[in-house]
C-alpha cells in the first residue's frame, strides 16, 4: 500500500497546499534572485513567467485535492464565498505559512540573495496615513478580485 493510501483528505491537502506554496515562492523569489545574481541576462520575460509556470504546474497537480489557494488570501476568499467549510482555515494557513517559510529558506540559501528581498520600504515623503491607506485600498482590490473570481467560479 503506497503512502497516499495511507493519509487522510485533510493531510493530503496539508501536503498539497505545503508543496504548492513552496514551489510558488521559490519560482517567484528565485526567479529574481537568479535575474539579480546574472545581473539581468533573463530579463524581466522570466521574472514574470516563472510565477505563472508554478502557478499553473501547482494547480495541474493538486487542484483535485487542495483546490490549490497557495496564498491566504484565496483561502480568505473560498471562505467568504462558502467554497470551503470553517474548519479547515487553521489547515490551509499553516500549510501555506510552513510552505512559504521553506521556500523562502530555500531561495535563502540554495540560489542565492542577491536581489535584496524584503527591502522594500514605503517612500516616507508620503504622510503615514496615504501609505496605509493605499495599502488598505490595495488589499481591498486584491481581495474583491479574487471574491470575484471565487465567487462567479473564474
Same mark, same amino acid.
Given at each position: 500500500?503506497?503512502?497516499?493510501?495511507?493519509?487522510?483528505?485533510?493531510?493530503?491537502?496539508?501536503?498539497?497546499?505545503?508543496?504548492?506554496?513552496?514551489?510558488?515562492?521559490?519560482?517567484?523569489?528565485?526567479?529574481?534572485?537568479l535575474?539579480?545574481k546574472?545581473?539581468?541576462?533573463f530579463? %524581466?520575460?522570466?521574472?514574470?513567467? #516563472?510565477?505563472?509556470?508554478?502557478? &499553473? @504546474?501547482?494547480?495541474?497537480? *493538486?487542484? !483535485?485535492?487542495?483546490?490549490?489557494?497557495?496564498?491566504?488570501?484565496?483561502?480568505?476568499g473560498?471562505?467568504?464565498?462558502?467554497?470551503?467549510?470553517?474548519? %479547515?482555515?487553521?489547515?490551509?494557513? #499553516?500549510?501555506?505559512?510552513?510552505g &512559504? @517559510?521553506?521556500?523562502?529558506? *530555500?531561495? !535563502?540559501?540554495?540560489?542565492?540573495?542577491?536581489?535584496?528581498?524584503?527591502?522594500?520600504?514605503?517612500?516616507?515623503?508620503?504622510?503615514?496615513?496615504?501609505?496605509?491607506?493605499?495599502?488598505?485600498? #490595495?488589499?481591498?482590490l486584491?481581495? &474583491?478580485?479574487?471574491?470575484?473570481?471565487?465567487?462567479?467560479?473564474?
Open positions: 500500500m503506497n503512502l497516499t493510501n495511507r493519509l487522510t483528505s485533510n493531510q493530503k491537502r496539508f501536503f498539497a497546499e505545503v508543496i504548492g506554496t513552496f514551489v510558488l515562492v521559490v519560482f517567484a523569489t528565485g526567479s529574481v534572485v535575474d539579480a546574472y545581473v539581468g541576462k530579463g %524581466l520575460w522570466f521574472v514574470a513567467l #516563472a510565477p505563472a509556470v508554478a502557478v &499553473a @504546474l501547482m494547480v495541474y497537480a *493538486f487542484g !483535485k485535492i487542495s483546490m490549490s489557494h497557495f496564498n491566504p488570501a484565496v483561502t480568505v473560498f471562505l467568504i464565498t462558502k467554497h470551503m467549510p470553517k474548519n %479547515l482555515l487553521p489547515l490551509y494557513f #499553516a500549510a501555506e505559512i510552513i &512559504a @517559510l521553506l521556500g523562502s529558506i *530555500f531561495v !535563502k540559501y540554495v540560489i542565492g540573495t542577491e536581489a535584496n528581498l524584503g527591502a522594500n520600504a514605503p517612500d516616507y515623503h508620503f504622510p503615514i496615513h496615504v501609505i496605509v491607506g493605499v495599502e488598505v485600498l #490595495a488589499t481591498a486584491l481581495m &474583491a478580485v479574487i471574491l470575484a473570481a471565487v465567487h462567479t467560479g473564474g
